[in-house]
């Protein structure tokens, strides 16, 4: 089992920053943001392997930066020129590769008001 526990979020006005973290209670595999917004199914937003390769959705590209620390199993969202758009609850995500599990963080509320 490994427990992710997140820090971040908050009410930021439109063309802001923010940052996320996560920290696992051990290293994993993969570990990334995901966000739901009201009323829409959870996306990914971004995520990154033990070797730092990353994804990103399109709708972030440029605008958000994932990082990861292996050596204290923590991964931060840098989020930039936030627009309302990205309001949701983010959750942050560890991905065991084999056998293949999820793990989920409690979710953290950024508002992004115009």
């Known amino acids: 089992q490994v427990q992710l526990v997140e820090s971040g979020g908050g009410l930021v006005q439109a063309g802001g920053s923010l940052r996320l973290s996560c920290r696992a209670s051990?290293?994993?595999?993969?570990m990334g943001w995901y966000r739901q917004a009201p009323g829409k199914q959870r996306e990914l937003v971004a995520a990154?392997?033990?070797?730092?390769?990353?994804n990103y959705a399109d709708s972030v590209k440029g605008r958000f930066t994932i990082s990861r620390d292996n050596a204290k199993n923590t991964v931060s969202l840098q989020m930039s020129n936030l627009n309302p758009e990205d309001t949701a609850v983010y959750y942050c995500?560890?991905?065991?590769?084999?056998?293949?599990?999820?793990?989920w963080g409690q979710g953290t509320q950024v508002t992004v008001s115009s």
């Open positions: 990154i392997t033990i070797g730092g390769t990353t």
């Open positions: 051990r290293i994993i595999d993969v």
């Open positions: 995500n560890g991905h065991r590769v084999f056998p293949p599990l999820d793990y």
